[in-house]
């Protein structure tokens, strides 16, 4: 069974840094698109940066210059270190890894969150 566990949350006030790391159990892990999402009560769940097999990276504009995703295939874990932080950026931070298989099949996995909360 695939798992994906994340670490790393917590609390920080605003200006301040955390770096989460999300631990996949997938074979083929560098083959898997990396994704970090977040949600706060009541909005949609968004997709605050994002990491290909191939290492190119995309982020929201909300983050743009403050956060770093990054993978290492070896230890099969996706990093997103989020400096200068503000209030809006509390929510629960989901880790997703999805590809697409030879089939056309669209396989996703999802994380139970890490909770980031930044006071003002």
């Known amino acids: 069974q695939v798992q994906l566990v994340e670490s790393g949350g917590g609390w920080v006030q605003a200006g301040g840094s955390l770096k989460l790391s999300c631990a996949a159990s997938l074979r083929t892990f560098s083959s898997y698109a990396m994704g970090w999402y977040r949600q706060t009560p009541g909005k949609q769940r968004e997709l605050v940066a994002s990491i290909s097999s191939g290492g190119s990276t995309n982020y929201a504009d909300s983050v743009k210059g403050r956060f770093t995703i990054s993978k290492d295939n070896a230890k099969n874990t996706v990093y997103l270190q989020l400096n200068n932080l503000k209030p809006e950026d509390t929510a629960i931070y989901y880790c997703?890894?999805?590809?697409?298989?030879?089939?056309?099949?669209?396989?996703?996995?999802w994380g139970q969150g890490t909770q980031v909360t930044v006071s003002s």
């Open positions: 997703n890894a999805g590809r697409t298989t030879i089939l056309g099949k669209v396989v996703s996995y």
